[in-house]
């Protein structure tokens, strides 16, 4: 059974910052590509960043340059590093993978941003 499992989310002032964690089982992590994801109340769930088996990442515009994702094959975790957070950050971000044609999701953690 896949599942994952976010942290670190709570309450920041803006410009500050905050890093999520979520941590994978039930698959041979070092092979899997990850996401992030976000979703604001009333609005769509958009992507956040990707992170892939290679360390290679990519990110929406709306993050890019301050938004890092980086993985720990050793403890099976991802981690987005958000700085110079903006009160439009505010969501909650739940991490993803696929795993044998179906999309996993994890609970989320709440971020929220005040301005």
């Known amino acids: 059974q896949v599942l994952l499992r976010e942290s670190g989310g709570g309450l920041v002032q803006n410009g500050g910052s905050l890093r999520l964690s979520c941590v994978a089982s039930?698959?041979?992590?070092?092979?899997?590509?990850l996401g992030w994801h976000r979703q604001a109340p009333g609005k769509e769930r958009e992507m956040v960043g990707l992170?892939?088996?290679?360390?290679?990442?990519e990110f929406a515009d709306s993050v890019k340059g301050r938004f890092t994702i980086s993985r720990n094959n050793v403890r099976n975790t991802m981690y987005l590093e958000m700085n110079n957070l903006k009160p439009e950050d505010t969501a909650t971000y739940s991490c993803?993978?696929?795993?044998?044609?179906?999309?996993?999701w994890g609970r989320g953690t709440q971020v929220t941003v005040s301005s």
């Open positions: 993803t993978t696929t795993h044998r044609s179906r999309q996993f």
């Open positions: 039930g698959i041979n992590f070092r092979l899997y590509a």
């Open positions: 992170i892939f088996s290679n360390h290679s990442t």
